[in-house]
T-cell receptor, first 113, second 111 residues
Framework: DTAVSQTPKYLVTQMGNDKSIKCEQN?????MYWYKQDSKKFLKIMFS???????INETVPNRFSPKSPDKAHLNLHINSLELGDSAVYFC????????????FGQGTRLTVV | GQNIDQPTEMTATEGAIVQINCTYQ??????LFWYQQHAGEAPTFLSY????GLEEKGRFSSFLSRSKGYSYLLLKELQMKDSASYLC????????????FGAGTRLFVKA
């Protein structure tokens, strides 16, 4: 019954590997996001999609590639993982890109060793 | 650009009232949000202000002054479970209506 679910919850991997994080929302929302929360707890927007269209693409290394096969899913693929990529990644969704609150997934704690 | 400032940490006593301030600078304004985040968990929505004034929701209230670039979150009748980080977030009106989060204020509620 989870509104926004992302998998996996924990991910430990070696430098140089490629990994994906999946996100799905069953709220019927049009807009989905990826945020990164680093060790200092800053929550930074990475990408946003509205009805499968990319609308926000922050200054993120191009090793990070989002994919939205439909408006209920937004996956994040990361190539050539680096130590600095270690963080908690949150997926979120909102009804639209206007003045509505975001609902967050439980987060994926990525540790690169 | 956008910039958000809020205190790093605050401590308050169970049953008391605490006010968490947030100041912001933004090139366009399209609303201010407060979220609560318990350690190791996802942020959850608390309140939204787009017009000046006070919005009350149970024990939590949020105030906004757009001319001053200022908001506060007021928590009344504090409970131990209110110990969490409180994130102030501002939505702009350009660039896809991007929402920028502050670093959060970590609130410790003591008995």
């Amino acid at each position: 019954d989870t509104a926004v679910s992302q998998t996996p919850k924990y991910l430990v991997t070696q430098m140089g590997n490629d990994k994906s994080i999946k996100c799905e929302q069953n709220l019927g929302h049009d807009t989905m996001y990826w945020y990164k929360q680093d060790s200092k707890k800053f929550l930074k927007i990475m990408f946003s999609y509205n009805n499968k269209e990319l609308i926000i693409n922050e200054t993120v290394p191009n090793r990070f590639s989002p994919k939205s096969p439909d408006k209920a899913h937004l996956n994040l693929h990361i190539n050539s993982l680096e130590l600095g990529d270690s963080a908690v990644y949150f997926c979120a969704s909102s009804q639209d890109r206007g003045n509505t609150e975001a609902f967050f997934g439980q987060g994926t704690r990525l540790t690169v060793v | 650009g956008q910039n958000i400032d809020q205190p790093t940490e605050m401590t308050a006593t169970e049953g008391a009232i605490v006010q968490i301030n947030c100041t912001y600078q933004t090139s366009g304004f399209n609303g201010l949000f407060w979220y609560q985040q318990h350690a190791g968990e996802a942020p959850t929505f608390l309140s939204y202000n787009v017009l000046d004034g006070l919005e009350e929701k149970g024990r939590f209230s949020s105030f906004l002054s757009r001319s001053k670039g200022y908001s506060y979150l007021l928590l009344k009748e504090l409970q131990m479970k209110d110990s969490a980080s409180y994130l102030c977030a501002v939505r702009g009106n350009t660039g896809g209506f991007k929402t920028i989060f502050g670093a959060g204020t970590r609130l410790f509620v003591k008995a």
